[in-house]
Structures are given as structure tokens and as C-alpha cells.
């Protein structure tokens, strides 16, 4: 029998550069800062897929104002490539459109210039912020979802989990310090949550040989960690288990010893 294709959608979103406002700070835990943004730059922002990603925009030490890049087409790519902009790629965690307040969790985890930020955040100060540019929707044929991830993963996660209807089935392996307590994740369908243990199974590479997959016929694999484990991770399920490529979304949300964040998992 030959294998149906899932095609998941891309919507693609038109690029406007927004500058958002602390309302509130609330800590999740030692290592996750909620932070809820409001503004009149929001009124007509949309995020339609569970890991959307903007760009934030952070002052320059000790001032508090973001240093913005210049979007217009006459500035050219020089003015993008300022050394000034510090900038950084979140995911929204929720957005309500009625009372038009974003909610972004930041990990504390790495020094660097956006956790020193969102460490010391505080209602009123500003950041500046672009896209999301595209939204990918996962396939609705696919009736099973393999989620896959740490930290820097759970926002997605968590939203990708709250957007699964019932009748679908979920199965979650997450290498991260947050509990179900200080990060809960809830869903409709059917889930399966997996946690990496400090003194037995330590990576997501050992806890993905140990657990038991979902049919790949109906599968669809979303992977988000440090750049060279999300390669490990994809490499694995299309080798070793059988997944087609096209079934697997995977990114590198940040990279080991670098400040600058991750980059893209070639297809």
C-alpha cells in the first residue's frame, strides 16, 4: 500500500516591525520568566502555529531603549546587519487578540544579553519585535505527534500540546529542569510524556531509543533543542527508525558556546 503524504501548510505573514511594552513579570521558576507584552503595535498581530518564532529586539547594556533595525527597502541589508541590534528568536506562548497581550517565557538558563534583560525585566520597559514570517501547521492527517525538545522547546511544546484536538495522540520526550508543577502541559488528546532523568537516561539521544514510537505511517516529528542534538535526533528517526524526511519538522533553537542562538536544520 503506498504511503499517504502529509503536507503540512505554511501561511506566510507580512513582516512589520512592532515595538511591545511590559505589563507583567511572573516567575515560573529559577529558570523561567514569564513576561506578559501589551501595545498598540499588537492590535493586528497573529500567530497561527505552535512554534512560530519573532524576533526580538533587546536595548544595548545599561540603556532602555532597543536598538531597531531599519525594515524599509531603501535602508538596504547594511542597515540590518547593525552591530548595535541586539537580537533574539522567542516563541509566543499565547497571544489574546481581545485584550491584546502577548505572553513570551523566557529560559535563564545561558548568560548573555537577552536573559540579563528578561532576568531584570520590569513593567514599562520596551522591546522591539518582528514577524512571525511564516506559521507552519502540522498535517491534520497525521494522527500521531512525536514532540520532541528541552527548555527552549517547552512554549512550543506546551502550545503544540493546547491545539491538539481529542482523538490524537501525543508522545512528548523533553530533556529539561522544569517540572509538571513550574511548567505544566495540558492537551486534549491523548499524551505520553517522557522526562530525561539526571542519573539514568541524560539525553534525548538514550531516551529516544527507549521509548516506544508511534505508528510512522501516521506520524509527524517535531524536534527543537541545541543545534547538534536536533541533528543526532533526525538523523536517528530517518535511519534508524524509518521516518521520512518530509514527516519531520526539526530546529536548532540555540547553539552550544555561542550567544547568537541556533540556525536552520538543512532538509
Known amino acids: 500500500m503506498t504511503q499517504p503524504r502529509h503536507i503540512p501548510t505554511k501561511i506566510r505573514h507580512a513582516l ?14 529559577s529558570s523561567m520568566q514569564r513576561i506578559v507584552f501589551t501595545g498598540e503595535d499588537l492590535k493586528d498581530f ?10 526580538l529586539f533587546f536595548p544595548q547594556p545599561g540603556e532602555t531603549y532597543p ?9 538596504g541589508r547594511e542597515a540590518l546587519r547593525d552591530t548595535r541590534i541586539i537580537a533574539r528568536d522567542y516563541t509566543p506562548r499565547r497571544f489574546d487578540p481581545e485584550d491584546g ?13 537577552a536573559t540579563r534583560w528578561a532576568a531584570a525585566a520590569k513593567p514599562g520597559q520596551q522591546l522591539g519585535m518582528g514577524g512571525p514570517k511564516a506559521s507552519h501547521i502540522a498535517p491534520d492527517s497525521c494522527t500521531h505527534h512525536l514532540l520532541i525538545g528541552d527548555d527552549t522547546a517547552l512554549p ?13 495522540r501525543a508522545v512528548v520526550l523533553l530533556d529539561t529542569r522544569e517540572t509538571e508543577r513550574s511548567y505544566p502541559l495540558v492537551s486534549h488528546a491523548w499524551t505520553e510524556i517522557h522526562r530525561c532523568q539526571p ?21 509527524h516529528v517535531w524536534i ?19 521516518v521520512p524526511r ?14 547568537a542562538g541556533g540556525g536552520r536544520v538543512e532538509e
Open 246 to 259: 518530509s514527516q519531520i519538522r526539526a530546529a536548532g533553537y540555540w547553539r552550544r558556546g555561542s550567544e
Open 156 to 168: 512550543a511544546i506546551a502550545r503544540a500540546l493546547e491545539e491538539l484536538p481529542p482523538g490524537k
Open 16 to 29: 512589520r516591525l512592532r515595538l511591545i511594552t511590559v505589563a507583567q513579570v511572573i516567575p515560573l521558576s
Open 67 to 75: 536598538i531597531l533595525p531599519d525594515f524599509r527597502p531603501e535602508a
Open 199 to 219: 542519573d539514568t537516561i541524560t539525553t534525548l539521544q538514550d531516551l529516544l531509543r527507549l521509548v516506544v514510537l508511534p505508528p510512522v505511517r501516521d506520524l
Open 101 to 113: 497581550t502577548l505572553i513570551i517565557d523566557f529560559v535563564l538558563h545561558e548568560e548573555g544579553p
Open 224 to 242: 527543537a533543542a541545541e543545534i547538534d542534538t536536533v541533528r543526532a535526533l533526525r538523523d536517528y528517526l530517518i535511519h534508524e527508525e524509518a
Open 46 to 55: 497573529t500567530t497561527a502555529g505552535p512554534d512560530d518564532h519573532v524576533k
